[in-house]
């Protein structure tokens, strides 16, 4: 049978699922996407943050020319500390320079509509498709996975990808095969302790803001709290304030929130200066679309059952803070891409049998996991430090940032460098001298980072105890 044959199901008209349909189409496997909503560019009020990581896999497949007239990069980041120091981050700037793509925003409607229009055969793309039952089949001796919708259809083929993000059904069924011998409520219960929060998010969009630099960004990182203002190109800005919430909450117990919570939330940050003498609270008056939400934190470690898998979010959720959720998925696709091509070349035009299928999504799971894991690591250090939680995370963010960025950024840099790419098409930007200098393949498993960061971290922070104890009096002469 011809290679054209083999066929991918993919679950959901995402960001992960539109990339993945573009990375097919240029393997030359057959794919249908398909959305339950009315619409694959839909207007949620939110922004995405496009990082070299993802930007060079969206070059590699021809899209990063649309999404940089839409994004203009970040330069430079003014943050701000409760005791009203400010210093400025040039670390956007520095990632430019190192890797050829800056750090970049724009509504996340602009990204999936620059995804969907470049498209060239949208007639696989099916809206209005919720998915209701997934079976396996065997039909004139082929044997093969089906959807069936709620509407009624029927999606037949060889692989099922799931980019249904955190609410996924196809993460549902996964679990559901592979516990067969549990019940449906107690394997709710696995996945609910494994997807936890402990933050939420308001995020919208203002326009007609005049007085702010486009691509010069403020951060007011203040206990429990922090704020983000991106202002972008024609007088837009994105803005998010995330906030620590009372306690742990499992997905199930996941807070829900209301407008009228969103504008208590935001009430609270109004004074905040956000530059040019302006205040958040000239930025909120200019809201366009706003929406708060719980913001899930996981990393699971099975992502995948004989003929299924999950990529994106459904698999590994973060922050908003360090804007890797979006780019991490668009690595989940390229691995698997590489992947796949490369069983399609080896079955020489034959279909692969299930037990192919499910070796390769093994492997990609057990390859990929280790990367996934380090960047969900990081996101949860990042989104603590910027909100201050506990002492050494307030220690970090207003005495080590500041003074020893250079150690500070070598992590995000390492992690840029080791990021997934195709592999069958040239990798464009290979010039920039961050690719080399901070992949693990150049600096192998040196320690002398950690060493580097931990001796004037321990330093500072016995300084630091000394001071408080100082001044509290145990260390004065006559209190021996």
């Not at 029927?154 to 069924?173: F, K, M, P």
């Not at 668009?330 to 279909?351: F, W, Y």
Request: glycine share 8%; aromatic share 10%.
């Amino acid at each position: 049978m011809s290679q054209r044959q083999f066929k991918v199901i993919i679950i959901g008209g995402s960001v992960t699922g539109l990339t993945l349909a573009h990375s097919l189409h240029k393997i030359g496997i057959d794919y249908v996407v398909l959305e339950k909503r009315d619409t694959v560019t839909p207007q949620e009020g939110a922004s995405i943050g496009i990082l070299p990581n993802g930007a060079r896999i969206l070059d590699q497949l021809g899209l990063y020319e649309a999404i940089k007239d839409k994004a203009p990069p970040l330069g430079a980041t003014s943050i701000h500390f409760p005791d009203e120091f400010v210093f400025t981050s040039l670390y956007p700037k520095k990632i430019l320079e190192n890797f050829g793509y800056p750090i970049a925003f724009l509504e996340r409607r602009q990204l999936l509509r620059i995804l969907y229009d470049a498209l060239p055969d949208k007639t696989r793309i099916h809206v209005n498709k919720t998915m209701s039952t997934i079976e396996y089949f065997t039909k004139d001796e082929m044997t093969g996975a089906r959807v069936l919708t709620q509407e009624g259809d029927v999606y037949e083929g060889d692989l099922i990808v799931g980019a249904d993000g955190i609410h996924s059904q196809t993460r549902g069924e996964i679990w559901r095969r592979i516990n067969s011998s549990k019940s449906a409520f107690e394997t709710a219960a696995c996945i609910d302790k494994c997807i936890l929060i402990e933050y939420s998010c308001c995020f919208g969009i203002s326009k007609c803001v005049t007085g702010l630099v486009s691509g010069e960004q403020v951060m007011h990182m203040s206990n429990g709290r922090t704020l983000v203002v991106i202002p972008s190109k024609d007088e837009v800005v994105f803005w998010f304030l995330v906030e620590k919430l009372d306690r742990k909450y499992t997905y199930s117990e996941a807070p829900r929130f209301t407008i009228d919570d969103a504008t208590a939330l935001c009430s609270q940050a109004f004074t905040l200066p956000i530059g040019n003498g302006m205040k958040f609270e000239d930025v909120w008056n200019k809201r366009e679309i706003v929406n708060m939400l719980s913001l899930e934190e996981s990393c699971l470690s099975t992502w995948s059952t004989g003929r299924l898998v999950c990529i994106g979010d459904s698999i590994h959720k973060m922050t908003v803070n360090l804007g890797q959720g979006a780019n991490c998925a668009i690595e989940d696709v390229a691995v698997l891409s590489n992947l796949l091509r490369n069983m399609c070349q080896l079955k020489s035009g034959t279909r692969p049998t299930e037990q192919e299928i499910d070796l390769l999504l093994r492997k990609f799971n057990k390859e990929h996991l280790s990367r996934v894991t380090q960047i969900t690591n990081m996101s949860k250090l990042t989104v603590r430090v910027h909100a201050r939680k506990g002492l050494l995370h307030r220690f970090v963010g207003r005495y080590v940032m500041p003074y020893f960025g250079e150690y500070f950024e070598a992590r995000p840099f390492n992690m840029l460098a080791d990021a997934a790419a195709l592999d069958f098409i040239p990798l464009p930007k290979s010039s920039y001298p961050g690719w080399e200098k901070y992949s693990s393949k150049t600096r192998g498993n040196s320690r002398l980072w950690p060493l580097m960061f931990t001796l004037p971290l321990l330093y500072f922070g016995l300084s630091w105890i000394v001071g408080i104890y100082w001044k509290a009096g145990y260390l004065h002469a006559g209190n021996s």
